[in-house]
């Protein structure tokens, strides 16, 4: 198969505050809602995947924190309950996502020919992010389209940051190519927050938004700066200006998040819808949209036809077939890595 | 004096998931060595820092009474599952977060199912305490915590427990040298990653061995930490300097070897 597309990519943050803030029934904790602006962003953003009818959404999530190379979920149906260890008292979801394991295969093989080392996670009870599943719940709650999840290597934080985006470049690029192998029409995740400093208590109801305000002024001048900039289409001078965003907002775009997005979509110069703006616990998260399909850059779902069926592509899993994720009953899973002779796991 | 061991311990699973590994296998007897001295010790609880329960709001403290999971690191699930139970002192942790306020650290305790008790811990509490049988008090690791926080930290939970007629040990658990190798390895060849950082490495265990007060050793461990990317600025190290009373006397390092070319050590100190 060939002939599929990127046919949008879209800036998707992942502050748990805003699955909390929404109430849906995976998650535990009840709100008083809070952070609407960003959700209202969220809307347009669920209405766009309506139109657009990707066959899959892929998200690089700065939660999946690996520091051997750049992983790829790799099991076809992913089940458990994620904690969020930061905001325990806000995220307590409980999920169930099926993987585009083909695609997954294909974005891993091209990145090791790309030189980066790469690895497809197999194991059936590996526990998803936070940031992924937020992203995810916020662009797609009813999970009917399956996914690709790729980690955030923590080579800008072990290299500099330009060397860093080096290797974001080429984990982009690779992520292209399988695309267009595999025929898919893809829509693309960057779950990342702008501006990440953020205040270090919080507020006894968390969802009181007369505590809610940017970190500072300074943070929020630099968010307006790139915004600017992305909504006039200036995204050479934004990926010019990124280190320099990063060094000083700390911004969570230093995982590599938007460069891997920007990189798969070929860097287009093209003006980024904003969809909304919002502060986090003092952060600067803004929901952009990047519709190839409205710059003739990729088919509108309307004439898509293309290289692959038109019907969504269906993981290779029977629900019988996967293992309990994240429980404590079953058979442990012994590992594909490497071993040394004949052992029984923890002698 | 209430504090009957100390100790810090690596918290990468590798050691643990393949112990039969030549360059792994001393780290891993190590580990099991620490954990019949702690056991000889008889603590009602173990303090634990780890590294890698990394917090950015509050200072947290485990307050779920047990957990009997199953846990997958992030890195190295090839490797395997990780099934752990582990029992908590939460009468301890609850006068720690009452504590940490009083120390002026924003603090609260969590107590959820499922919550993601990190690898480090897992780790630690597998090799040392197999089956939870010693409760454990859990302090995360706040990422805006300084050096010098996480040893007030220690230094509160351990007098908290004085005052409840505790015996504890206390647990640090971290890595030396942060730098690991970015490209795969043949595993039975693994080494620390530069020369400079098992140098640093080096220093830094003949300095604990020596022994001193946290003015000596906390600025050197700082300096250190810089130098060899240490895991979490050794921190964790902090929190056993902490526990000490800000005084080691010193130390008995029952290993030193590489995790994927980081560093790691199995350190047991004299109490």
Redesign the interface.
Known sequence: MSGGEIVAGFIAPHPPHLVYGENPPQNEPRSQGGWEQLRWAYEKVRESIDELKPDVLLVHSPHWNTQLGHHFLGVPRLQGKSVDPIFPNLFRYTYDLNVDVELAQLACKYAREEGLVSKLMTNPRFRVDYGTITSLHLARPQWDIPVVGLSANNSPYYLTTEEGFAEMDLLGKATRKAIIESGRRAVLLCSATMSHRHFQEEPETPEDMSQEHPYSMEMYQWDMRLIKMMRDGEMSEVHKLLPEFVDIAFAEFKAGSFTWMCAAMEYPELPGELLGFGNVIGTGNAVFKWDLTKHGLATPADRWNGATSTTVPQPAFTPSATAPSGGSSGSVFSGDGPSIGARPLNS | MSLVAAYLVPGNPLP???????PWAGIASACRAAGRSLSAARPDTILVYSTQ??????QLWQMRRSF?????D????????L?YQITCDTELAAACVEGSKEIGI?SKG?D?????I?TGTIVAN?FMNPGGRIPLTIGSNNL?HSFDDTVRLAEMAVDKANRMGRRVAILGIGGMSG??????I???TDGIATAEDDEWNRKMLARIQQGGSVSELGAFAQEYAKAAKADMGFKHFGWVLGGLGRNISGAQIHAYGAT?GSGAAVIEFRT
């Open positions: 643990y998931l393949r112990p039969e590994n030549p329960w990394m917090a950015v709001l509050d009997d999971d199953l846990h997958v992030e890195n190295w699930y090839e490797y395997g599952d099934e924003s969590v959820y199912e499922k919550f993601p990190d597998g805006y730098s690991i190798f970015r490209h795969e043949d595993i039975t994927y």
